[in-house]
């Protein structure tokens, strides 16, 4: 699934370039193995079968974004558009 467009610049750089800088260091390796799964992934019900990442939809006025757990408090969130089978808004949120 191609990923379209990122909130977070730190992310969009370590996924276009592979530079680590602007994301936490605790979580390079860990965000590099998730960005690559969603890229090869074809459809986003392949998620729930990562129980270790703790996938869920949101709720509430955030419905339809994905949340992805990278550490106790860090989760990478997005939405998927259906239609061109894309990746929007990926962002590398702190819920603490």
Sequence with gaps: MKIR???HKGLERLYEADKAKGVPPDTVEKLRKMLAYLD???NPDELRALAAWNVHTLTGDRKGT???SVTRNRRLTFRVDTAENEICDLN???YH
């Design 5 to 7: 467009s990122f909130a």
């Design 40 to 42: 090869d992934m074809e």
């Design 66 to 68: 994905w949340s992805l």
């Design 92 to 94: 590398l949120e702190d």
